[in-house]
């Protein structure tokens, strides 16, 4: 699995990425809350992802709605193509060149060409039954909890039944890589067991098996 990890590694260092991983805080209040999440500046690539829905819209002007730092850019992952998406959105003359969609549960990186700000995800807690589609035969997949739960990794993918050697992989802005701690599953576990995600982060799943419909339940409870 090393291999392919080296690969996708490498893809992403050819695109330029010197990436800085966010840190989040979460408050909320019944089904409707806000998370807040350090997006790193100068350059640095986030790994993020929208833990709430946005009742204006999951898009990018309206996530992203405030002024933001020239030359800031937003990119989506394709894993079908194993690179970023066609359409680059970047921010200049006080808007975004391009909207694009960011949906609950999707991973993608914010370039942050200003200084380190905290970006404030504003939205309903979703609930119920979620289905994100995660492309399968190895392809890697750029996701995030759909709900605003942070701590061991097996939180944040609750509900996905994973298949042999599938892996998660969190990015590792100082070595420019994915972190030493690489989860696979096999015999039924996960080795290693622990790896920590916050709220709002973004990270790779690595789907082995086929493409699955990850079916999520959640319901806040009274």
């Known amino acids: 699995m090393r291999t392919k990890t080296t690969l996708v590694a490498a893809a992403i260092i050819a695109a330029g990425i010197a990436s800085s991983m966010a840190q989040a805080n979460v408050y909320s209040l019944n089904v409707v809350g806000y998370v807040n999440v350090t997006v790193q500046g100068g350059g640095a690539y986030n790994l993020i992802a929208n833990p709430l829905n946005n009742t204006t819209g999951n898009t990018l002007t309206n996530i992203f709605s405030g002024p933001q730092s020239p030359s800031s850019q937003v990119l989506k992952w394709d894993p079908n193509t194993v690179d970023f998406s066609a359409v680059q ?35 309903d807690v979703v609930q119920g039954s979620f289905t994100n589609t995660l492309a399968g035969a190895g392809a890697y997949n750029a996701i995030g909890a759909s709900v605003p739960e942070g701590g061991n990794f097996t939180a944040a993918i609750t509900g996905l039944v994973p298949a042999s050697s599938d892996q998660v992989l969190k990015w590792d802005s100082n070595t420019v890589d994915f972190n030493a701690t690489q989860p696979s599953y096999a015999g039924g576990v996960w080795t290693p067991a622990a790896l920590t995600i916050n709220p709002g982060e973004g990270f790779f799943y690595v789907r082995q098996g086929s493409t699955v419909q990850w079916v999520r339940n959640f319901t806040v409870a009274p």
């Open 89 to 123: 959105p970047s921010y200049a003359g006080g808007k975004w060149d391009a909207n694009v969609s960011l949906p609950v549960g999707e991973g993608f990186f914010y370039v942050n060409q200003g200084a380190t700000f905290t970006q404030t995800f504003v939205g």
